[in-house]
């Protein structure tokens, strides 16, 4: 079974600073790695891809890959109170259908 | 900037009767997707859809449910026989590419009663 965990949290940061929220991933062969957004009751939003190992920046998001250690995370600079949501870790399962993790549910203190 | 859309956004319906959930994809999309979300659980794939065909489905996605694409736009989601467990939000999504990024539509809340 291949699985994607995220720590549920909540985690809570505040406002103008660093939000880290990890990801790991059980399929060792994986190559594609995704990050959405998800606002209570509306769709995931996809905030970042990533598909080398390394950083990837867009913003105020970084996304960063580590394969051999099969983590990937994300990084929201200058956190902003509408950051506030759940964010999801997606990896493709055997071709292209998605299995995210839970998520995890991130709360910015003003 | 192109979406995905879906109708409707609320559909209700009693136990073992047949609802269809549609779908539009980014025009110059290729690969489509159902997915479903149970309140306060995870996202979960049920089915993928390439040139007219499954190309991957599932454990979920078992014979009461069936994908087709109708004519050069629409994309449905046909659950038979609904169930109370079926209650759930529905997302469709498409990308361009195999494994490659997925956009979503805004869900469609289907409540069997």
């Known amino acids: 079974q291949k699985e994607v965990e995220q720590n549920s949290g909540p985690l809570s940061v505040p406002e103008g600073a660093i939000a880290s929220l990890n990801c790991t991933y059980s399929?060792?062969?994986?190559?594609?790695f995704f990050w959405y957004r998800q606002y209570s009751g509306k769709s995931p939003e996809l905030i970042m891809s990533?598909?080398?190992?390394g950083d990837k920046e867009d913003g105020r998001f970084t996304a960063q890959l580590n394969k051999a250690s099969q983590y990937v995370s994300l990084l929201i600079r200058d956190s902003q109170p509408s950051d506030s949501a759940t964010y999801l870790c997606?990896?493709?399962?055997?071709?292209?259908?998605?299995?995210f993790g839970k998520g995890t549910h991130l709360i910015i203190q003003p | 900037e192109p979406e995905v859309t879906q109708t409707p956004s609320h559909q209700v319906t009693q136990m073992g009767q047949e609802v269809i959930l549609r779908c539009v994809p980014i025009?110059?999309?290729?690969?489509f997707y159902w997915y479903r979300q149970i309140l306060g659980q995870k996202v979960e794939f049920l089915v993928s859809f390439y040139n007219n065909e499954i190309s991957e489905k599932s454990e979920i996605f078992d014979d009461q449910f069936s994908v087709e694409r109708p004519d050069g736009s629409n994309f449905t989601l046909k659950i038979r026989s609904t169930k109370l467990e079926d209650s759930a939000m529905y997302f469709c999504a498409s990308s361009d590419g195999v494994a490659d990024e997925q956009f979503f539509g805004p869900g469609t809340r289907l409540t069997v009663l």
């Open positions: 997606a990896v493709p399962i055997q071709a292209d259908g998605l299995t």
């Open positions: 025009s110059n999309h290729l690969y």
């Open positions: 399929d060792r062969g994986s190559q594609s």
């Open positions: 990533i598909y080398s190992n």
